[in-house]
Protein backbone atom coordinates (compact mmCIF):
# COMPACT_ATOMS: atom_id res chain seq x y z
CA UNK A 1 0.00 0.00 0.00
CA UNK A 2 1.17 3.37 -1.12
CA UNK A 3 2.55 5.38 2.19
CA UNK A 4 -0.22 7.82 3.61
CA UNK A 5 -0.24 11.40 2.76
CA UNK A 6 -0.11 13.41 5.62
CA UNK A 7 -0.68 17.96 5.91
CA UNK A 8 0.94 19.51 8.23
CA UNK A 9 -0.44 23.15 9.24
CA UNK A 10 1.68 25.32 11.68
CA UNK A 11 2.51 28.94 11.19
CA UNK A 12 5.92 28.34 12.84
CA UNK A 13 8.49 27.08 10.20
CA UNK A 14 10.35 25.33 13.42
CA UNK A 15 7.41 23.31 14.39
CA UNK A 16 6.71 22.97 10.64
CA UNK A 17 10.42 21.03 10.38
CA UNK A 18 10.66 18.84 13.50
CA UNK A 19 7.16 17.83 12.65
CA UNK A 20 8.15 16.77 9.32
CA UNK A 21 11.53 14.92 10.76
CA UNK A 22 8.67 13.23 13.17
CA UNK A 23 6.75 11.51 10.38
CA UNK A 24 9.14 11.11 7.52
CA UNK A 25 9.96 8.62 5.80
CA UNK A 26 7.08 6.43 7.84
CA UNK A 27 4.50 8.85 5.72
CA UNK A 28 4.74 11.37 2.72
CA UNK A 29 4.69 15.14 4.21
CA UNK A 30 3.15 17.91 2.98
CA UNK A 31 3.30 21.28 5.08
CA UNK A 32 1.43 24.42 4.72
CA UNK A 33 2.04 28.09 7.03
CA UNK A 34 -1.17 28.93 6.89
CA UNK A 35 -5.34 28.19 6.97
CA UNK A 36 -5.72 29.42 3.74
CA UNK A 37 -3.10 27.36 2.04
CA UNK A 38 -4.07 24.21 3.58
CA UNK A 39 -7.78 24.39 2.42
CA UNK A 40 -5.98 24.67 -1.07
CA UNK A 41 -3.76 22.04 -0.35
CA UNK A 42 -6.48 19.58 1.36
CA UNK A 43 -8.92 20.10 -2.28
CA UNK A 44 -5.76 19.77 -4.10
CA UNK A 45 -4.29 16.51 -2.78
CA UNK A 46 -6.04 13.11 -1.02
CA UNK A 47 -5.01 13.83 1.97
CA UNK A 48 -5.04 11.12 4.85
CA UNK A 49 -4.51 13.12 7.82
CA UNK A 50 -4.00 16.64 8.99
CA UNK A 51 -2.02 17.31 11.80
CA UNK A 52 -3.59 21.80 12.73
CA UNK A 53 -2.00 24.05 14.51
CA UNK A 54 -4.86 26.38 16.19
CA UNK A 55 -3.31 29.68 16.89
CA UNK A 56 -1.87 30.97 13.29
CA UNK A 57 -2.54 34.17 11.79
CA UNK A 58 -5.35 34.49 9.22
CA UNK A 59 -7.41 31.27 9.78
CA UNK A 60 -7.61 29.81 13.07
CA UNK A 61 -7.61 26.12 13.35
CA UNK A 62 -11.12 25.52 14.50
CA UNK A 63 -12.05 27.92 10.93
CA UNK A 64 -9.70 26.05 8.77
CA UNK A 65 -11.62 22.63 10.81
CA UNK A 66 -15.45 24.29 10.01
CA UNK A 67 -14.46 24.65 6.65
CA UNK A 68 -12.93 21.13 6.05
CA UNK A 69 -16.58 19.81 7.61
CA UNK A 70 -18.41 21.29 4.86
CA UNK A 71 -16.69 20.28 2.00
CA UNK A 72 -17.61 16.76 0.77
CA UNK A 73 -14.44 15.66 -0.55
CA UNK A 74 -12.74 16.89 2.66
CA UNK A 75 -14.63 16.41 5.85
CA UNK A 76 -13.64 12.82 6.21
CA UNK A 77 -10.32 13.65 6.51
CA UNK A 78 -9.09 13.42 10.14
CA UNK A 79 -8.08 16.13 11.65
CA UNK A 80 -5.17 16.52 14.51
CA UNK A 81 -4.83 19.28 16.86
CA UNK A 82 -1.62 20.33 18.01
CA UNK A 83 -1.68 23.51 19.93
CA UNK A 84 0.15 25.74 22.76
CA UNK A 85 -3.33 26.33 23.73
CA UNK A 86 -3.52 23.55 26.79
CA UNK A 87 -6.80 24.43 28.95
CA UNK A 88 -9.56 21.73 29.19
CA UNK A 89 -11.76 24.23 27.59
CA UNK A 90 -9.75 24.57 24.48
CA UNK A 91 -9.22 20.84 24.11
CA UNK A 92 -13.29 20.01 24.23
CA UNK A 93 -14.22 22.61 21.92
CA UNK A 94 -11.79 21.19 19.30
CA UNK A 95 -12.67 17.72 19.91
CA UNK A 96 -16.38 19.08 19.94
CA UNK A 97 -16.26 20.64 15.99
CA UNK A 98 -15.13 16.95 15.02
CA UNK A 99 -11.23 17.05 15.21
CA UNK A 100 -10.28 13.21 16.10
CA UNK A 101 -7.52 13.62 18.49
CA UNK A 102 -6.01 16.90 20.66
CA UNK A 103 -2.49 17.32 21.16
CA UNK A 104 -0.60 20.06 22.97
CA UNK A 105 2.85 21.58 22.76
CA UNK A 106 5.30 21.49 23.77
CA UNK A 107 5.21 17.19 22.38
CA UNK A 108 6.86 14.43 22.24
CA UNK A 109 7.53 13.10 18.39
CA UNK A 110 6.81 9.73 19.71
CA UNK A 111 3.70 10.52 21.01
CA UNK A 112 2.74 12.39 17.82
CA UNK A 113 3.85 8.92 15.88
CA UNK A 114 1.78 6.85 17.85
CA UNK A 115 -1.42 9.14 17.77
CA UNK A 116 -0.87 9.52 13.95
CA UNK A 117 -0.91 6.38 13.65
CA UNK A 118 -4.32 5.09 15.76
CA UNK A 119 -6.17 7.63 13.39
CA UNK A 120 -4.73 6.35 10.30
CA UNK A 121 -5.67 2.93 11.32
CA UNK A 122 -8.78 4.27 12.17
CA UNK A 123 -9.03 5.82 8.81
CA UNK A 124 -8.50 2.71 6.88
CA UNK A 125 -10.94 1.05 8.64
CA UNK A 126 -13.26 3.68 7.49
CA UNK A 127 -12.51 3.79 4.07
CA UNK A 128 -12.75 -0.01 3.41
CA UNK A 129 -16.40 -0.15 5.55
CA UNK A 130 -17.49 2.57 2.81
CA UNK A 131 -16.10 0.66 0.00
CA UNK A 132 -17.91 -2.70 1.12
CA UNK A 133 -21.20 -0.75 1.46
CA UNK A 134 -21.22 0.61 -2.02
CA UNK A 135 -20.22 -2.85 -3.63
CA UNK A 136 -23.05 -6.14 -4.48
CA UNK A 137 -21.59 -9.16 -3.05
CA UNK A 138 -22.56 -11.29 -5.93
CA UNK A 139 -21.67 -9.67 -8.91
CA UNK A 140 -19.06 -6.86 -7.15
CA UNK A 141 -20.36 -4.60 -9.36
CA UNK A 142 -21.50 -1.06 -7.39
CA UNK A 143 -24.78 -1.78 -5.79
CA UNK A 144 -28.01 0.11 -5.57
CA UNK A 145 -27.00 2.09 -2.66
CA UNK A 146 -24.16 3.87 -4.82
CA UNK A 147 -25.99 4.19 -7.25
CA UNK A 148 -28.76 6.71 -5.46
CA UNK A 149 -26.06 8.59 -4.01
CA UNK A 150 -24.17 9.23 -7.00
CA UNK A 151 -26.99 9.69 -9.61
CA UNK A 152 -28.12 12.75 -8.04
CA UNK A 153 -24.35 14.02 -7.72
CA UNK A 154 -24.23 13.49 -11.18
CA UNK A 155 -26.96 15.31 -12.20
CA UNK A 156 -25.78 18.56 -10.32
CA UNK A 157 -22.31 18.32 -11.70
CA UNK A 158 -23.20 18.03 -15.21
CA UNK A 159 -26.42 21.03 -14.73
CA UNK A 160 -23.93 23.15 -13.46
CA UNK A 161 -21.69 23.04 -16.54
CA UNK A 162 -24.40 22.26 -18.59
CA UNK A 163 -23.23 19.26 -20.04
CA UNK A 164 -25.20 15.82 -21.26
CA UNK A 165 -25.84 13.14 -18.76
CA UNK A 166 -27.28 9.87 -20.45
CA UNK A 167 -28.17 6.71 -18.28
CA UNK A 168 -28.93 3.52 -19.67
CA UNK A 169 -31.03 0.40 -17.76
CA UNK A 170 -30.12 -2.68 -18.99
CA UNK A 171 -32.35 -6.32 -18.06
CA UNK A 172 -31.71 -9.49 -18.91
CA UNK A 173 -34.31 -10.85 -21.43
CA UNK A 174 -36.27 -13.90 -19.82
CA UNK A 175 -34.38 -14.52 -16.54
CA UNK A 176 -37.17 -16.30 -14.25
CA UNK A 177 -37.02 -19.06 -17.54
CA UNK A 178 -33.44 -18.96 -17.68
CA UNK A 179 -33.52 -19.29 -13.82
CA UNK A 180 -36.53 -22.04 -14.11
CA UNK A 181 -34.52 -24.10 -16.77
CA UNK A 182 -30.80 -23.58 -15.45
CA UNK A 183 -31.29 -23.16 -11.34
CA UNK A 184 -30.62 -20.75 -9.76
CA UNK A 185 -27.22 -21.25 -8.99
CA UNK A 186 -26.72 -20.84 -12.61
CA UNK A 187 -28.71 -17.73 -12.57
CA UNK A 188 -25.84 -16.60 -10.54
CA UNK A 189 -23.19 -17.49 -12.62
CA UNK A 190 -24.93 -15.46 -15.58
CA UNK A 191 -25.56 -12.05 -13.60
CA UNK A 192 -22.07 -11.92 -13.13
CA UNK A 193 -20.73 -12.65 -16.08
CA UNK A 194 -23.05 -9.98 -17.83
CA UNK A 195 -22.17 -7.67 -14.62
CA UNK A 196 -18.62 -7.23 -15.49
CA UNK A 197 -19.16 -7.43 -19.19
CA UNK A 198 -21.08 -4.04 -18.86
CA UNK A 199 -18.52 -2.86 -16.21
CA UNK A 200 -15.49 -4.13 -18.27
CA UNK A 201 -17.00 -2.12 -21.21
CA UNK A 202 -17.76 1.62 -19.64
CA UNK A 203 -14.67 3.16 -17.73
CA UNK A 204 -14.61 6.08 -18.86
CA UNK A 205 -13.60 9.00 -16.82
CA UNK A 206 -17.04 9.44 -14.91
CA UNK A 207 -18.60 6.67 -16.24
CA UNK A 208 -20.44 4.07 -13.41
CA UNK A 209 -22.55 1.39 -13.53
CA UNK A 210 -24.42 -0.27 -10.99
CA UNK A 211 -26.58 -3.73 -9.86
CA UNK A 212 -29.64 -1.59 -10.22
CA UNK A 213 -32.28 -4.54 -8.89
CA UNK A 214 -32.21 -8.42 -9.83
CA UNK A 215 -31.06 -8.74 -13.28
CA UNK A 216 -31.31 -5.10 -13.75
CA UNK A 217 -27.98 -3.01 -14.09
CA UNK A 218 -28.27 0.72 -14.86
CA UNK A 219 -25.20 2.43 -16.77
CA UNK A 220 -24.64 6.28 -16.06
CA UNK A 221 -22.31 8.59 -18.77
CA UNK A 222 -21.45 12.39 -18.25
CA UNK A 223 -20.58 13.96 -20.21
CA UNK A 224 -22.02 11.99 -22.82
CA UNK A 225 -24.02 12.80 -25.46
CA UNK A 226 -27.81 11.15 -26.44
CA UNK A 227 -26.74 9.41 -30.10
CA UNK A 228 -23.20 8.48 -28.40
CA UNK A 229 -24.55 6.80 -25.70
CA UNK A 230 -26.93 4.43 -28.05
CA UNK A 231 -23.87 3.28 -29.90
CA UNK A 232 -22.41 2.23 -26.67
CA UNK A 233 -25.67 1.04 -25.69
CA UNK A 234 -25.46 -1.19 -28.77
CA UNK A 235 -22.24 -2.24 -28.30
CA UNK A 236 -23.51 -3.60 -24.79
CA UNK A 237 -26.31 -5.20 -26.30
CA UNK A 238 -24.29 -7.21 -29.15
CA UNK A 239 -21.31 -8.12 -26.15
CA UNK A 240 -23.89 -9.80 -24.12
CA UNK A 241 -24.96 -11.49 -26.83
CA UNK A 242 -21.38 -12.68 -27.90
CA UNK A 243 -20.79 -14.34 -24.79
CA UNK A 244 -23.45 -17.11 -25.93
CA UNK A 245 -24.86 -18.03 -23.20
CA UNK A 246 -27.22 -20.79 -23.77
CA UNK A 247 -30.46 -19.88 -22.92
CA UNK A 248 -32.51 -22.40 -24.64
CA UNK A 249 -36.11 -22.04 -23.62
CA UNK A 250 -35.78 -17.98 -24.37
CA UNK A 251 -38.52 -16.88 -26.82
CA UNK A 252 -36.11 -14.27 -28.04
CA UNK A 253 -33.01 -16.26 -28.79
CA UNK A 254 -31.35 -19.23 -28.64
CA UNK A 255 -28.48 -17.16 -26.36
CA UNK A 256 -29.30 -14.83 -23.15
CA UNK A 257 -29.93 -11.23 -24.17
CA UNK A 258 -30.17 -7.79 -23.22
CA UNK A 259 -32.62 -5.08 -23.38
CA UNK A 260 -31.79 -0.99 -22.91
CA UNK A 261 -33.89 2.09 -22.09
CA UNK A 262 -31.76 5.33 -22.73
CA UNK A 263 -32.46 8.57 -21.21
CA UNK A 264 -30.93 12.17 -21.41
CA UNK A 265 -30.91 14.66 -19.49
CA UNK A 266 -31.84 16.16 -22.21
CA UNK A 267 -35.08 13.72 -23.00
CA UNK A 268 -38.74 15.16 -23.44
CA UNK A 269 -39.63 15.23 -19.48
CA UNK A 270 -36.16 14.88 -17.84
CA UNK A 271 -36.10 17.70 -15.43
CA UNK A 272 -34.39 15.78 -12.62
CA UNK A 273 -32.31 12.68 -11.87
CA UNK A 274 -35.66 11.04 -10.58
CA UNK A 275 -37.62 11.73 -14.20
CA UNK A 276 -34.43 10.68 -15.93
CA UNK A 277 -34.87 7.48 -14.50
CA UNK A 278 -37.90 7.04 -15.44
CA UNK A 279 -37.86 7.81 -18.99
CA UNK A 280 -35.28 4.88 -18.96
CA UNK A 281 -37.18 2.81 -17.21
CA UNK A 282 -39.84 3.86 -19.70
CA UNK A 283 -37.51 3.57 -22.97
CA UNK A 284 -36.72 -0.17 -21.31
CA UNK A 285 -40.44 -1.09 -21.32
CA UNK A 286 -40.57 -0.09 -24.84
CA UNK A 287 -37.66 -2.44 -26.01
CA UNK A 288 -39.31 -5.19 -24.32
CA UNK A 289 -42.64 -4.84 -25.95
CA UNK A 290 -41.42 -4.39 -29.43
CA UNK A 291 -39.18 -8.08 -28.82
CA UNK A 292 -36.52 -7.84 -26.46
CA UNK A 293 -32.74 -7.60 -27.42
CA UNK A 294 -32.67 -4.17 -28.47
CA UNK A 295 -32.29 -0.61 -27.52
CA UNK A 296 -34.85 1.97 -27.37
CA UNK A 297 -33.97 5.79 -26.85
P1 LIG B 1 -38.21 -9.87 -19.04
O1 LIG B 1 -37.59 -10.30 -20.32
O2 LIG B 1 -39.55 -9.25 -19.24
O3 LIG B 1 -37.31 -8.98 -18.27
O4 LIG B 1 -38.49 -11.20 -18.19
P2 LIG B 1 -37.69 -11.69 -16.90
O5 LIG B 1 -38.04 -13.11 -16.69
O6 LIG B 1 -36.25 -11.39 -17.04
O7 LIG B 1 -38.27 -10.73 -15.79
P3 LIG B 1 -38.89 -11.04 -14.39
O8 LIG B 1 -38.93 -9.71 -13.69
O9 LIG B 1 -40.19 -11.77 -14.54
O10 LIG B 1 -37.89 -12.00 -13.67
C1 LIG B 1 -36.64 -11.58 -13.18
C2 LIG B 1 -35.97 -12.79 -12.59
O11 LIG B 1 -34.68 -12.46 -12.09
C3 LIG B 1 -36.75 -13.38 -11.44
C4 LIG B 1 -35.72 -13.54 -10.35
O12 LIG B 1 -35.78 -14.80 -9.76
C5 LIG B 1 -34.40 -13.37 -11.05
N1 LIG B 1 -33.38 -12.85 -10.17
C6 LIG B 1 -33.33 -11.65 -9.55
N2 LIG B 1 -32.22 -11.55 -8.78
C7 LIG B 1 -31.54 -12.71 -8.91
C8 LIG B 1 -30.32 -13.21 -8.36
O13 LIG B 1 -29.61 -12.57 -7.58
N3 LIG B 1 -29.92 -14.46 -8.74
C9 LIG B 1 -30.67 -15.21 -9.61
N4 LIG B 1 -30.23 -16.40 -9.96
N5 LIG B 1 -31.83 -14.76 -10.12
C10 LIG B 1 -32.26 -13.53 -9.79
MG1 LIG C 1 0.59 28.85 15.82
MG1 LIG D 1 -36.37 -6.89 -14.56
MG1 LIG E 1 -35.64 -9.34 -17.18
Same mark, same amino acid.
Given at each position: M??? #??LV??D?? $???V?L?Q??QP???V?T??NG?? /???L?A????D?I? $??I?????D???V??H????? +????????? %??????? *??? *??????? /????????????????????Q? &?I?Q?N???E?????D??T????RR??D?? %?A??????A?S?E????LI????????F? +?N?G?? *????? #?KLV?T &??KSL??RG???VA????????A?F?????E? /??K? *????Q?A?Y??M????F??T????????GV?S?R???VV +?E????EV??????????A?RNQV??
Amino acid at each position: MERA #LILVVDDDP $LNLVVLSQTLQPQYRVMTARNGEE /ALTLSAQHPVDLIL $LDIKMPGLDGYEVLKHLKNQS +DTQSIPVIF %ISANDSH *ADE *AKGLEMG /AMDYITKPFSPPIVQVRVKNQL &TIKQKNDLLEKLVSIDGLTEINNRRFFDEN %IAKEWRRTARSNEEMVMLIIDIDHFKLFN +DNYGHR *AGDEC #LKLVAT &TIKSLCQRGSDFVARYGGEEFAAVFSPCALED /AIKQ *AERLQKAIYDLMIPHQFSPTSDYVTISIGVASSRSEGVV +DENSLIEVADKHLYMAKEAGRNQVKA
